[in-house]
């Protein structure tokens, strides 16, 4: 089957309304059409959704299958589809057997264009094969990057991919990631089983982005000083939930409008907080790394991160939310004399010795009544700091064997496990019209529940108790005992919200000697840490090269030019010599492009292809007119 151009812009005009699609975007949707094995790397807010969902929806009929790891993530795309009329379903492990059988019949009876599957639902080899019997069109790997043991978020419930490719042998694979490596790519390729290597890369360089680096003892009023400089949104990056109340409440006693946000907090509390950021009702949102993911909001002016990330890929990602509309803006990291300590403390922190990883499996075992051989793919609800607490564990500790214990295959934390409340209506149509042994509260429930939610006959779908309030006018208590009434009546079924995360166990509990922390998850992992931090403390603290230039030799991109707008850039362009310096380039390059143009050139094309310094390049023309060096004549110039 061959595809066009034209069809893909007409189905990306008649579901998303957009006239053309991105730099990058088209290419990858041709390669996938044509059948290849493609790796797409994109940068964060660069359209990577639209890479599969178009061509998804180029096919007649069958089913786009995507893998990736973040439930919430997971669960709003499936939406947004939904949205555009697209029918789409998720599978992961945060999902009930009822869910999951409803939404098994409608990927059997041809009901759902796209399937979005954790990766660790395809550790369980019976899923696996029965995904066979599904008429798939391709598949989509997101986040790539966790599939390579070299990339910063290895996950190895991603080599399960690996089986899609042995039941779905005969058709392409897209992979998908905003950060990575030369060597991660490779790596990527080479786990998916590429028939050949085929990677479309677009420039890591933002150009509207300055990045800055601020050396200061007193990080707090460092950070006060650059917004109190800037305007617009903010995002204010730290590592710790504590240190996100502490700072969201100084910037608010300070006369700076801030809010934060943590994987901690409760689901109602995060969505309330987002919109009003998004809305620009809150100017600063202080958080941890757990805000970004799906965030799409254009016009945040300034990203400053307090706090040194792990690694550059990381930073790159977070930094990249600054200025997704084009517009001049700034990456900013805060570092004191402190730092270098804190993150070579961090690597002893991510590998707790193996005894201790061991012993708390055993004790979140026990804590959650999972005996031996016993617990294979079942779900709990896990209160890590309730955990914490009864068995005096420090919580980072806990964390970072819970990381280890996920790699090698024991136990997975899911802290961004679907929270909202679910219903769904049991009985017929027809029946609704004969109920009358309910309270009158419940009917007012159940009425606006109709009214606000579509497809509860036929699935689970999310609702919100403080909406269904506001439409009944009744209390959220009220809404809430009125909905146990209905279920109680098997006039629907309610699955209350969960304030908690959870663990899933997707093998049987094993003896505690039994459990294998490998050289490739413990001691490779490590080095490779190590590796990176020492690059995010060179990018730092070495004031001698341009950011931007280092950051992109991280990525394996050779960009021999000064980026002109870092802070080493400025400084370097305050020193005389280097002032010179750039004007006899600047001069070379003019000349060296007029030579290869022939035609003539208008000045705006010289100015964006000659360079990062606009004025720079415009005063180099002038210069070489006033020389006779170059010759202007009908808008164009020539070089004599």
Known sequence: MTFTSAQTRQILKKYWGFDSFRPLQEDIINSILSGQDTLGLMPTGGGKSLTFQVPGLCFPHGLTIVVTPLISLMKDQVDNLKKHRVK?????????RKETRIAWEHLVNGKARFLYVSPEKLQNERFVVELRNLKVNFITVDEAHCLSQWGYDFRPSYLNIKKLRKVIPDVPVLALTATATPVVAADIMKQLEFKQPLIFKKSFVRDNISYIVRNSDTKIH???????????????????????????????????SATYYHAGLDTGIKTERQNAWKSGEVRVMVATNAFGMGID????????????PPSLEEY????GRAGRDGKKSYAVLLSSKSDKGILHRRVTEAFPERKRVKETYEQICNHLHISIGE?????????IERFCELFKKQEKECRSSLRLLSQAGYLHFIEDY?????????????????????????????TSILRLYTGLFTDYGLIKESEVAYHSKLSETEVYESLLELDRAKILDYIPRSGLPVIYVPTAREETHAILIGRDIYEQRKEEMSARIESVIDYTFVDKTCRVKRMLAYFGEDNPEDCGKCDVCREKKK?????????????????EYLRNHPEGVRALTIESQCGPDKELTASSLSYLCNEGIVL????LYFLT
């Open 88 to 96: 789409a379903v998720s599978l992961h492990s945060g999902m009930s």
């Open 222 to 256: 460092e950070l006060l000083h650059i917004l109190a400089k800037t305007a617009g949104s903010s995002i204010v990056y730290v590592r710790s939930r504590k240190k996100t109340k502490e700072i969201s409440d100084y910037l608010n006693n300070s006369g700076i």
């Open 297 to 308: 909001k254009a016009d945040v002016r300034v990203v400053i991160h307090f706090d040194l």
């Open 316 to 319: 790159y990602q977070e930094a």
């Open 375 to 383: 617990g294979y793919d079942s779900i709990k609800e896990f209160d």
């Open 418 to 446: 679907e929270k909202r409340s679910r219903v769904k209506i049991l009985c017929e149509r027809e029946e609704l019209y004969h109920i009358h042994d309910v309270s009158k509260g419940a009917e007012k429930v159940l």
């Open 575 to 591: 020193n005389p010599g280097y002032i010179n310096e750039m004007k006899k380039g600047s001069l070379k390059k003019v000349i």
């Open 632 to 635: 202007f004549k009908d808008n």
